[in-house]
């Protein structure tokens, strides 16, 4: 990185602080926001810089004095119930890991962290968390009402909420009791009284679809092809191929449609196809047709106006019509995004030549047309109560229905969304949680400082060089040596990935995102988890990486596998039978490929905790990808005759 110093700007300045940003040349305009890096490096009391890359390219620093304003005061806001809406999620980064709890309004704790996910409270005054990979409900008070024994729990709807494990799906009312134990092999949320279920048909084939009220009692039997939630009183089911209907909720059909597809109905209309494979229009609800087909997609019909596709062979062409299908947004942009209340986004691709790699939006008048803002932004959201959260190169804000950035607060560099929780906003920003008041005056805001025991703590650090590279790494403070010191978090950050990214833009092909959690601490042992996940634009997926570091604190040693065993104790030979009959004997492991296994390796990725060795392997190595690292726990009372128990790694946390 260069540096630029501005120290003249700022001598004399009673004005406010000294603003500067500094932009690069994309090709196409000044687009590439080059975000400042917070690092010790580069910090310092006496100078006033920015910094640039060490890389070719044509740059831009803009610099002036922001005023100290007077905060924005919105009306104060009343909800439906102080008691639950007053409480929010929040994650804790914890020498236990991260770990969620909720705060009050004040940005004080009220529920301690103990969970591994926390969702916000519903109106019913019960939030889903969860534990140990399953999902429970907890009341305001931190009370369990529903033991983390699920899947996963969907939010209540009409008093009920979905449920599943491993014997399928069902209903929980809203004490947490199961009010059937008929089990679903899918089951959605109740909508006017029914609710959407599937169950695998017995004579092989497709599951078949019906439709089931608040008790699990089948009011419409499963013999649908496929089916929709009601909406006013009727919903679309596929009757055999090539035959769709509206039924009510008793299954008496309202109209049928003989076309090989019908789309669920919108504002009264259902887009259609009139031949296999041919282009969409749109049907009235009678069945006449209310727009010939003429779009190679078309989405359903809201606020009186559809989104749809004029392009062949897949490709982008999308506009906005009207109910008489006449085109109020030109069918020509890469993406048209409905955002509600008479809003829609307008996206071109960032890269033209890449456009998987993301828009640039602008936004629109749904009714006319009319741009109401040339500002380019990278992510939109839906407008909720007039305001939508957008983010640009730089900073993520709200903006209002004039498409211009809101008058209401916060303004956050990074890349994100604002969520209105009750009296606060929330902000996840570039993967960490805040919260602020309605005047924008931060109350609470996630850690980044992980106490361990004096004077051990590990201090979370931002490596951001460009908008496709965000890595949090550790540098672990207290460690007696200076020399020692250096030596770790040297190693800490590289091995995160922390270093030598570039500016990004078109020429880089892939986007990372990394980060780190204490794993395990007791004595002078710190385990650090590093995970990182490299996407490769265009890609069906990533790739996600995970590195235990076993980190003396005392003398800076970075332990390996084998540093645990006695010298000629054969622990590779030993520890591969050990996980060849956990493949060969434990039912969780069936995933595995078959003869894939061929035993670990001297340097095989591991680790520890105060009761067992754990050894990992990576996606595809022995099974699938979503099979994510598959995980063999060694208890220590097994390989006791293996270890050194006098060895510096046993007794680093013995």
């Given at each position: 990185?260069?540096r630029?110093r501005?120290n003249?700007?700022?001598?004399g300045n009673?004005n406010?602080?000294?603003?500067a940003d500094v932009w690069?040349?994309?090709?196409?305009?000044w687009?590439?926001?080059?975000t400042?890096?917070d690092?010790?490096?580069?910090?310092t009391?006496?100078e006033?810089?920015?910094?640039?890359?060490?890389?070719?390219?044509?740059y831009?620093?803009d610099?002036?004095?922001?005023p100290?304003?007077?905060?924005?005061?919105?009306p104060?806001?009343?909800?439906?119930?102080?008691?639950?809406t007053g409480?929010h999620p929040?994650p804790f980064n914890?020498?236990e890991g991260?770990?969620?709890g909720?705060?009050?309004?004040?940005?004080r704790?009220?529920?301690?962290?103990r969970?591994?996910?926390a969702?916000d409270?519903?109106?019913?005054?019960?939030?889903?968390?969860?534990?140990?990979?399953s999902?429970g409900?907890i009341?305001?008070?931190g009370r369990?009402r529903?033991?983390?024994?699920?899947?996963?729990?969907?939010?209540?709807?009409?008093?009920?909420?979905v449920?599943?494990?491993?014997?399928?799906?069902?209903f929980i009312d809203?004490k947490?009791r199961e009010?059937?134990?008929?089990?679903?092999d899918?089951l959605?949320?109740l909508h006017?009284?029914?609710a959407?279920?599937s169950?695998?048909?017995?004579?092989?084939?497709q599951?078949?679809?019906?439709?089931?009220?608040?008790?699990g009692?089948e009011?419409?039997?499963?013999?649908?092809?496929?089916?929709?939630?009601?909406?006013?009183?009727?919903?679309?089911?596929?009757i055999?191929?090539?035959?769709?209907?509206?039924i009510?909720?008793?299954?008496?059909?309202?109209?049928t449609?003989?076309?090989?597809?019908?789309?669920?109905p919108?504002?009264?209309?259902?887009?259609?196809?009139?031949?296999?494979?041919?282009?969409?229009?749109?049907l009235?609800?009678?069945?006449?047709?209310?727009?010939?087909?003429?779009f190679?997609s078309?989405?359903?019909?809201?606020?009186?106006?559809?989104v749809?596709?004029?392009?062949?062979n897949?490709?982008?062409?999308y506009?906005?019509?009207?109910k008489?299908?006449?085109m109020?947004?030109?069918a020509k942009?890469?993406?048209?995004?409905?955002?509600?209340?008479?809003?829609?986004?307008i996206?071109?691709?960032v890269?033209?030549?890449?456009?998987y790699?993301g828009s640039?939006?602008?936004?629109?008048?749904a009714?006319t047309?009319?741009?109401?803002?040339?500002h380019?932004?990278l992510?939109?959201?839906?407008?909720?109560d007039?305001?939508?959260?957008v983010?640009?190169?730089k900073?993520?804000?709200f903006?209002?229905r004039t498409?211009k950035?809101a008058?209401?607060?916060?303004v956050?560099?990074?890349?994100?969304t604002?969520?209105?929780?009750?009296r606060?906003?929330?902000?996840?920003?570039?993967?960490?949680?805040a919260?602020y008041d309605?005047q924008g005056?931060?109350i609470?805001?996630?850690?980044?400082?992980?106490p361990?025991?004096?004077p051990?703590s590990?201090?979370e650090?931002?490596?951001k060089?460009?908008?496709?590279?965000?890595v949090?790494?550790?540098?672990v403070?207290?460690?007696a040596?200076?020399?020692v010191s250096?030596?770790?978090?040297?190693?800490?950050?590289?091995?995160s990935?922390?270093?030598d990214?570039g500016?990004g833009g078109?020429t880089?092909?892939f986007?990372?995102?990394?980060?780190?959690?204490?794993?395990?601490?007791?004595?002078?042992?710190l385990?650090?988890?590093?995970?990182?996940?490299r996407?490769?634009f265009?890609?069906?997926?990533?790739?996600?990486t995970?590195?235990?570091?076993?980190?003396?604190?005392?003398?800076?040693?970075?332990y390996?596998l084998?540093?645990?065993?006695?010298p000629g104790s054969?622990y590779?030979?030993k520890?591969s039978?050990i996980?060849?009959?956990q493949?060969?004997n434990d039912?969780?492991?069936?995933y595995?490929?078959?003869?894939?296994?061929?035993g670990i390796t001297s340097?095989?990725p591991?680790?520890?905790?105060n009761e067992?060795?754990y050894?990992?392997?990576?996606?595809y190595e022995?099974a699938p990808?979503?099979?994510?690292?598959?995980?063999?726990?060694?208890?220590y009372?097994?390989?006791?005759?293996l270890i050194s128990?006098?060895?510096?790694?046993?007794?680093?946390f013995h």
């Amino acid at each position: 990185m260069l540096r630029i110093r501005l120290n003249e700007l700022g001598k004399g300045n009673d004005n406010g602080p000294l603003q500067a940003d500094v932009w690069r040349w994309d090709g196409i305009g000044w687009n590439e926001y080059i975000t400042q890096q917070d690092e010790d490096f580069i910090r310092t009391e006496e100078e006033l810089f920015v910094t640039i890359p060490a890389e070719a390219g044509l740059y831009r620093v803009d610099y002036s004095n922001k005023p100290y304003e007077a905060p924005y005061l919105l009306p104060e806001w009343v909800g439906d119930d102080l008691r639950t809406t007053g409480l929010h999620p929040a994650p804790f980064n914890l020498k236990e890991g991260t770990l969620w709890g909720y705060i009050n309004d004040e940005g004080r704790v009220q529920i301690e962290p103990r969970y591994e996910y926390a969702e916000d409270f519903q109106k019913n005054g019960l939030a889903i968390v969860q534990r140990k990979n399953s999902s429970g409900l907890i009341d305001s008070s931190g009370r369990e009402r529903v033991k983390p024994i699920y899947s996963f729990i969907t939010p209540f709807s009409e008093e009920r909420a979905v449920v599943s494990d491993a014997k399928g799906y069902t209903f929980i009312d809203e004490k947490g009791r199961e009010v059937t134990s008929a089990r679903y092999d899918y089951l959605n949320s109740l909508h006017e009284g029914l609710a959407l279920f599937s169950k695998q048909n017995t004579t092989g084939g497709q599951s078949l679809y019906g439709y089931v009220d608040a008790q699990g009692k089948e009011v419409l039997p499963a013999i649908y092809l496929d089916a929709n939630d009601f909406m006013n009183g009727m919903a679309l089911v596929k009757i055999k191929e090539g035959e769709y209907a509206l039924i009510d909720p008793e299954g008496n059909i309202s109209h049928t449609y003989n076309h090989p597809f019908v789309g669920s109905p919108g504002d009264g209309l259902l887009s259609y196809q009139a031949t296999e494979n041919g282009k969409y229009g749109y049907l009235n609800t009678d069945g006449t047709v209310a727009i010939q087909p003429q779009f190679t997609s078309a989405l359903p019909f809201s606020e009186g106006r559809a989104v749809v596709n004029t392009a062949e062979n897949y490709g982008n062409a999308y506009g906005l019509i009207d109910k008489q299908g006449r085109m109020i947004i030109p069918a020509k942009y890469y993406e048209v995004l409905q955002l509600g209340e008479g809003r829609v986004a307008i996206g071109t691709p960032v890269f033209p030549n890449q456009p998987y790699r993301g828009s640039r939006y602008i936004i629109a008048n749904a009714e006319t047309g009319a741009i109401l803002s040339n500002h380019t932004l990278l992510g939109v959201n839906n407008y909720q109560d007039g305001l939508a959260s957008v983010y640009d190169a730089k900073e993520t804000f709200f903006i209002d229905r004039t498409g211009k950035r809101a008058a209401q607060p916060p303004v956050i560099q990074g890349t994100g969304t604002l969520t209105l929780s009750g009296r606060l906003i929330r902000a996840d920003i570039d993967q960490r949680t805040a919260y602020y008041d309605r005047q924008g005056k931060q109350i609470w805001r996630q850690n980044g400082v992980i106490p361990l025991r004096p004077p051990y703590s590990v201090v979370e650090k931002k490596y951001k060089p460009n908008r496709d590279y965000l890595v949090y790494y550790p540098v672990v403070e207290g460690i007696a040596s200076a020399e020692v010191s250096r030596e770790v978090n040297d190693k800490l950050r590289k091995l995160s990935l922390a270093e030598d990214a570039g500016s990004g833009g078109a020429t880089q092909d892939f986007s990372y995102n990394g980060d780190f959690s204490v794993s395990f601490f007791r004595k002078n042992l710190l385990v650090l988890e590093l995970t990182g996940y490299r996407y490769p634009f265009g890609a069906a997926h990533g790739m996600p990486t995970k590195i235990y570091t076993h980190t003396n604190l005392r003398n800076g040693r970075f332990y390996k596998l084998g540093d645990l065993f006695k010298p000629g104790s054969r622990y590779v030979e030993k520890l591969s039978k050990i996980v060849g009959k956990q493949i060969e004997n434990d039912p969780q492991y069936s995933y595995v490929f078959p003869d894939t296994y061929k035993g670990i390796t001297s340097d095989q990725p591991f680790f520890v905790d105060n009761e067992a060795l754990y050894l990992y392997f990576a996606p595809y190595e022995i099974a699938p990808y979503a099979a994510g690292f598959p995980t063999f726990r060694i208890p220590y009372a097994e390989i006791m005759g293996l270890i050194s128990t006098e060895g510096d790694f046993w007794q680093s946390f013995h």
